[in-house]
């Protein structure tokens, strides 16, 4: 889909891509437009005037009331605040959240200029002319993470926490992989046929895919174990077994998520720690 160009996805639903296509975001981040003449907006992306202007086109002739953010990484929240300028629509969603972080990424780091006008709790609802959405948290990918539920869609915008092109990354200090597990078992419990990611195609059979998520994590959390006991001590090591074929670049980023399946193996139990070196604890 060319950045830019409004796509209708569903008679309360428009997407617009912003023009931040890399090989972290795949093609960019995606704008949802819900609702007509009343609309709400998710993720308004990078602070990109292309990207501003592009939802202005959009909503031409409409009242943007909402300006919603799933996250504060650079690449979902920044458009916030020169939308709100262009619109006078207020700031909801999610808390403000920016860390430091030197660490390699696979994702974009976080906006220290987010200012909600009011933070979403869970269960909380935002409503318009003809639409409903429902936030609910969804901590892990960061700790401050909120999805939206469309009730007259029995859909759900779920910004980074599941994506239509890759898996999650869960990148400590913040990223958190027990909450993010717990997240998606979540997600399950509930009724959403519909996922809107952000980055990525709509995904249909919404909870058999997520399902599908719990089980990789779960693979890849016994080939850790499987590595320690090999003799792999070291994140680096374990990422060269894990990871054949990705690009050497990732490697970094792929180490974070090696990382987080660490510290919840930890916490339960499972390993220990030593001068940067991990081993499995005793039965």
């Known amino acids: 889909m060319p950045t830019g160009l409004t796509m209708e996805l569903h008679p309360l639903v428009r997407r617009v891509l912003a023009p931040n296509p890399s090989p972290f975001t795949f093609t960019g981040t995606q704008t949802y437009l819900v609702g007509r003449g009343d609309v709400a907006v998710i993720d308004p992306g990078p602070s990109d005037a292309r990207h501003i202007n592009a939802i202005l086109a959009a909503t031409k002739g409409e009242t943007i009331r909402d300006i919603t953010c799933t996250h504060t990484h650079r690449d979902h929240s920044p458009g916030a605040a020169p939308l709100k300028e262009a619109t006078g629509a207020q700031i909801v969603g999610c808390a403000y959240l920016a860390l430091e972080d030197a660490g390699p990424r696979a994702d974009a780091a976080f906006d220290s200029s987010y200012a909600p006008d009011r933070v979403l709790e869970d269960g909380e609802l935002l409503t318009g002319e003809g639409w409903t959405l429902e936030t609910v948290a969804t901590p892990g990918h960061t700790s401050n993470h909120l999805c939206y539920a469309l009730h007259e869609a029995e859909a759900m915008f779920t910004g980074d926490h599941i994506m239509g092109w890759s898996t999650t990354v869960i990148a400590p200090p913040d990223g958190d992989m027990k909450s993010y597990m717990e997240s998606l078992a979540k997600l399950i419990d ?40 090999e003799g792999l001590t070291a994140i680096p090591d374990m990422v060269q077994k894990m990871y054949k074929g990705i690009d050497p670049r990732l490697h970094g980023a792929a180490g974070r998520s090696v990382l987080a399946h660490l510290i919840d193996l930890r916490d339960r139990g499972l390993v220990e720690e030593s001068e940067e070196s991990w081993s499995t604890t005793a039965a």
């Open 190 to 229: 509930r009724e959403e046929t519909l996922y809107y990611p952000a980055h990525g195609e709509p995904i249909e059979k919404a909870r058999r895919f997520t399902r599908g998520l719990m089980g990789h994590r779960k693979q890849r959390e016994g080939q850790i174990l499987r590595a320690i006991d």
